[in-house]
């Protein structure tokens, strides 16, 4: 095989923030080689919450004791944005925002950048620009995963693409490079929403907070038709000049290296309009002839106050680890308010806590509207573990009315909430909140959602017992309407606004709303088609359908693909993707943006006949998997005859890495004493675990197909890491208080929390164990190498339920990675959904993967493993080709995966002769088999036996080394070891380790035959 050696970092993976979040830190890189990286304790990282940072810059995170360039010692580092240019189009209610931003690398290394940033809770992503070659470059929107798979290849090129994804909430990432060094790159983002309403006017707000300086500011305010001149300021220290008329407006600030700070705002003179229709000439295709009305009306009408008054409230309030910092003085202020407009003599509340389950809840009596006793028992809520909204439901008697507080981000387990037969009022107040789902949730139920991170808290007084002032119904005349958002049954509280496609030249609608069911206003509008052309309404309307959508992703993951291609929006399931040249666009099967017409044109000439082609490829992979799966069963049908008392000095003649010459299948294997191979009927007699070989004639021969009767034992070497917090876990009266005082300084390594959980199983506190274990859902938002040891974790104390859905969240994000497929099929297949996990493991079996070739014999081990199960189950028919379809009993099979990309571990297992079967000598004399050497990354590798030598056998794990950009500390493994594997008496034992650096090799067990 190819000299293999480890790479030094090649460049440093960096995290940044637009307008106030920081989302992705990496915990525990390094700029050192890989061979020489030391992380031999969880890396605690000084890192800033989410909700605290306000500030748009690129962040650097430096490995703990690297210091700058100029010799500080310091662990991250922000660089400078140097531009931003703002442009602001309002026609009617509605306003384009584009951004246009560069950043400078003052560094002499290349840096990849990743820009995450927040919108308003009426906003997404409507457009992406980036610079190649001095020029903005348009993106295109393609499935989200697809994007950051052509992302993650053309990177590893070398070249210039960009994406901008959504990664949750309201939150999206622009993930950026290379950013040269001593260079710069320039992005713009676009968004689009609706203006705030007054009687007299509307305002456009935008913030801009630049605290480490900035050198230009400009800006472009256009509102064509406009008579008057707007009111155009920027709160802050740096004066904002302002000049022009006829319906454009200039603006400029010179901060020179000082902040910037404060809020754009854009005061609109005169009545807003009410009623707006645009003819669509947006370029995605299938959108033509369309026009789409929006009906934005500032309201006079008010909830009646004739309600049910409450007798018992429920509250269940959101402890997750990321609620910690959540501003619950305001949210307290605002159940002051709530329960103040009750005016009560006493209301029975029951407050209950939950994260990755629902805790045990407090009964407070609220007197007088006094929220003292809500007060203290909301204090001594202690914030810890994931956060699973599916554990919502109603508890005990039932209740006048509940409030859900929280982020609505569920982010382990199940997350639709039960359905509740009284209102429910979900109240935030963070700036990163799933808003789709707060405002689902309370619609739903007839309660409303109150955002107080945008609104005074007195606003929850109007869930006091009164009904929500709702749009009941929508009548059509004279003309046909469709489409319309948000529809019948929305929450209003300041304003009506309705988006919709007007399918006629002109028609007539009448909004009746309503409170409980009673009409109590019917307003009447006039929609006709003008001469007004453009995108603006278009999408609007898409960014409201997306919002409905959004509220359960999942089950609308083909609509919000479906929305997001034909706008060109980012959504929780499309992204924006820049590339620099027509060949990655042919490439990748991604058309080029409608601005590069000649390259549109180019790219339909040569993808006209590549649906033969792949006909052909896929005939020729069966053939490919036919035959090595035929070499497999050869292997599995030899004879293997050895001396009882077989001995093997040393470890291989191919001792050395660079002086293997393949690792393959297929490579010959070392000479054996005796090898003899079993015609057709001898080998289904040899199939039969029961069955029982005759004893060899020679007493000094062993035959390695002798059934092995007896029960083997497996004895796993406890994974007891030394580290400091665990001495103390262990050393303290209580645990619990112990492990929260840890926390404050190791919480951001999720090394903590494996180790943590661990140590509560092992007391067998396993509802707490869980809650510690759940917190590494939290750390980061979208890391599939997390989740995946988080859901491993899970598997193997049998949480299958959770492990699946953690698994089904891993392939969603990492589709390209047959691992994905293959570890929730596992899972899958343990917990009976057969049929679901024979269709995973098929894929794999049946797809090209370009870094992990020969993985479907891994694959097919397992899919013929299940095979008997689903047949016992009822199925008939088998997704695979008759001729894949043998399942091979083994005596022995250990399988080893780890959670890092572009990281080799190796596994060995010195067999009971004292041979060392390994990459290097992957065919034993006892007849042992160790797979192809996986060195880029995941796994997995395996061993396998069919008829086990008598003795012991003892696995090790080898971290060789690493060529990732970025090594995020410790690589978590999991290594699963089976007996008797495939037949009816098969046991399986598992567990997690990690290696902290490369050349770290430990023995994890042993299994004695």
């Known amino acids: 095989m190819p000299h293999r050696c480890n790479n030094t970092l090649r460049n440093e993976r960096i995290t940044s923030v637009l307008y106030g979040i920081v989302l992705a ?233 000082k902040p910037l700070t404060g809020r754009l705002t854009i005061a609109v003179p005169g009545k807003p309009r009410t009623v707006a229709v645009e003819s669509h000439n947006h370029n995605a295709e299938g959108t033509s002839g369309s026009a789409y009305f929006l009906i934005n009306q500032p309201l006079t009408t008010r909830p009646s106050a004739n309600g049910v008054a409450a007798k018992k409230v429920v509250i269940f309030w959101d402890a997750s680890r990321s609620q910690e910092k959540t501003d619950h003085a305001r949210i307290l202020s605002g159940f002051a308010a709530f329960f103040a ?115 005074d808290p007195s606003v929850m007084s109007a869930a006091a017992g009164s009904a929500p002032l709702v749009v009941k119904a929508i009548n059509v005349q004279g003309g046909q309407v469709a489409d319309v958002l948000p529809g019948i049954g929305q929450p209003l509280t300041d304003k009506l606004s309705l988006s919709g496609r007007l399918e006629s030249q002109s028609a007539t609608v009448e909004v009746e709303l309503g409170v409980a069911g009673e009409t109590v206003d019917t307003i009447r509008f006039e929609l006709t088609r003008g001469q007004t052309h453009g995108d603006l309404l278009a999408l609007l309307w898409a960014q409201k359908k997306v919002a409905q959508l959004a509220a359960f992703p999942k089950q609308n993951e083909k609509a919000l693909t479906d929305v997001g291609k034909r706008f060109g929006l980012v959504t929780p399931y499309t992204s924006l993707i820049v590339l620099e040249r027509l060949e990655q666009y042919i490439e990748h099967d991604i058309r080029p943006p409608a601005t590069l017409l000649a390259w549109r044109r180019a790219f339909d000439e040569q993808v006209a006949g590549r649906v033969a082609q792949e006909k052909v490829e896929h005939q020729r992979k069966l053939e ?162 997390l989740l995946r040891v988080l859901a491993h974790r899970l598997a193997q104390l049998e949480f299958l339920d959770l492990a699946a859905i953690a698994f089904e969240q891993v392939l969603s994000w990492r589709p390209e990675e047959p691992q994905s497929y293959r570890d929730l099929a596992l899972v899958l297949g343990r917990s009976g959904n057969h049929l679901r996990a024979l269709e995973l493991l098929a894929h794999v079996v049946m797809n090209q993967w370009d870094r992990f070739d020969e993985i479907e014999l891994i694959a097919l081990m397992e899919f013929n493993a299940l095979v008997p199960q689903a047949r016992k189950a009822g199925i008939t028919e088998l997704p695979l080709d008759e001729r894949l379809i043998k399942l091979l009993d083994l005596d022995l099979r250990i399988s080893l995966s780890w959670d890092t990309d572009l990281t080799d571990i190796d596994m060995w297992v010195i067999e009971p002769s004292g041979e060392k079967a390994y990459y290097g000598n992957n065919r034993s004399q006892i007849g042992g088999l160790v797979s192809r050497d996986f060195t880029q990354g995941y796994g997995p590798e395996e061993y396998v036996i069919h008829r086990a030598m008598r003795g012991e056998y003892t696995v090790q794990a080898n971290f060789f080394g ?3 950009q970025t090594l995020t500390g410790a690589v978590t493994l999991q290594l699963e070891l089976f007996t008797h594997y495939g037949r009816p008496n098969e046991k399986r034992k598992a567990i997690t380790l990690r290696l902290n650096q490369a050349r770290d090799t430990i023995t994890v067990g042993t299994i004695k035959f």
């Open 962 to 964: 690493s060529s990732a």
């Open 624 to 785: 490919r998997i036919v035959g090595l799966w035929n070499e497999r069963i050869a292997w599995w049908e030899t004879k293997f005859k050895y001396p009882r008392d077989l001995r093997v000095a040393g470890e291989s003649k191919k001792s050395r890495r660079e002086e293997s010459a393949g690792d393959d299948f297929s490579s010959a294997p070392p000479p054996a004493p005796s090898m003899e191979r079993m015609d057709s009927a001898e080998a289904a007699k040899e199939d039969a675990p029961s069955m029982k070989d005759e004893a060899p004639s020679a007493k000094t021969v062993s035959d390695s197909n002798a059934v092995n009767d007896s029960e083997p034992s497996i004895e796993l070497k406890p994974w007891t890491p030394d580290t400091p917090y665990l001495k103390n876990l262990d050393a303290a009266n209580d645990a619990y208080a112990a492990y929260l005082a840890e926390r404050k300084s190791y919480g951001a390594s999720p090394a903590f929390y494996l180790d943590c959980a661990d140590f509560f199983f092992r007391k067998e506190q396993r509802s707490l164990g869980l809650r510690v274990l759940s917190n590494v859902a939290e750390l980061e938002l979208e890391d599939a190498a």
């Open 25 to 257: 830190t990496v915990w525990g890189c390094s700029t050192q080689p890989v061979g020489v990286h030391k992380a031999e304790l969880p890396v605690a990282p000084d890192l800033t919450a989410i909700d605290e940072v306000d500030a748009p810059m690129l962040q650097v995170t430096r490995a703990p004791g690297e210091v700058t360039d100029s010799g500080e010692a310091v662990e991250r580092e922000h660089l400078p944005i140097t531009e931003v240019n703002t442009k602001v189009r309002i026609v009617g209610p509605v306003a384009k925002t584009r951004v246009t931003m560069t950043f400078y690398n003052p560094h002499d290394r290349v840096l990849e950048g990743d820009l995450v940033f927040p919108l308003p809770a009426d906003a997404t992503v409507t457009g992406y620009a980036l610079d190649i070659e001095g020029q903005l470059v348009d993106a295109v929107a393609v499935g989200k995963e697809k994007a950051r798979v052509v992302f993650e290849k053309e990177v590893r090129k070398g070249v210039d693409p960009g994406i901008v994804e959504w990664v949750g909430g309201n939150h999206f990432r622009t993930r950026v490079y290379p950013i040269p060094p001593k260079g710069s790159r320039t992005i713009a983002v676009e968004t689009v929403r609706e203006l705030a309403l007054h009687l007299d006017g509307s305002t456009y707000t935008w913030p801009v907070a630049f605290p480490s300086g900035l050198e230009k500011y400009d800006l472009r305010v256009e509102i064509p038709d406009l008579a008057s001149n707007p009111r155009i300021e920027l709160a802050g220290q740096i004066p904002l000049s302002v000049s022009g008329g006829d319906g454009v407006w200039i603006g400029e600030a010179k901060p020179a290296g």
């Open 341 to 455: 407009a009750l005016d009560a003599a006493s209301i029975a509340v029951e407050l209950w806590p939950f994260s990755d389950a629902m805790r045990e809840p407090a009964t407070l009596t609220i007197r007088g509207g006094d929220i003292e006793p809500l007060r203290k028992a909301v204090t001594d809520i202690i914030y810890d573990g994931g956060t699973q909204l599916g554990v919502i439901k109603p508890q005990g008697k039932a209740a006048s009315l509940y409030f859900l507080v929280s982020d609505g981000v569920s982010t382990f387990g199940h997350s639709e909430p039960a359905a509740f037969s009284a209102p429910v009022f979900t109240v935030s107040a963070a700036t990163k909140v799933n808003t789709a789902f707060m405002g689902w949730l309370g619609t739903r139920s007839g309660g409303a959602y109150f955002n107080l991170a945008d609104s």
